[in-house]
């Protein structure tokens, strides 16, 4: 799936936090996900749908009612997006790090 349909589910409030349930609590009913929201059926439904498509839930059907879980694989994108960020900022730290310690030393010589 691609990283911006992944970003687009989860950036609207209520898909958030329907994820963010799913993982503190595990598994849910299309209701028990529904409860908090002041919303119809339909609605919930859509918003179910999109984090669907967008590889972050599953559906699977239990006795008469659909269940949801987290689809661990389809955070591998934001994982793997992450991953490239943070190796970044950290080798740019690591130089900012590198010029500030040259600088210290620097300025201690010249004090001398």
Not at 2 to 14: E, F, R
Not at 82 to 99: C, H, I
């Amino acid at each position: 799936m691609a990283l911006h349909q992944i970003m687009g589910a989860l950036g609207d409030p209520t898909r958030f936090a329907i994820v963010e349930t799913l993982l503190k609590e595990g598994e849910q009913s299309a209701g028990e996900l529904a409860e908090p929201f002041n919303m119809s059926k339909p609605a919930i439904s859509r918003h179910l749908k999109v984090l669907e498509q967008s590889g972050l839930i599953e559906r699977r059907t239990k006795a008469q009612f659909r269940v949801f879980s987290i689809c661990v694989a389809g955070f591998g994108e934001i994982d793997d997006w992450m991953t490239q960020y943070r190796q970044f900022w950290n080798q740019s730290f690591d130089r900012l790090e590198a010029v500030l310690e040259k600088t210290k030393k620097n300025d201690g010589e010249s004090n001398e």
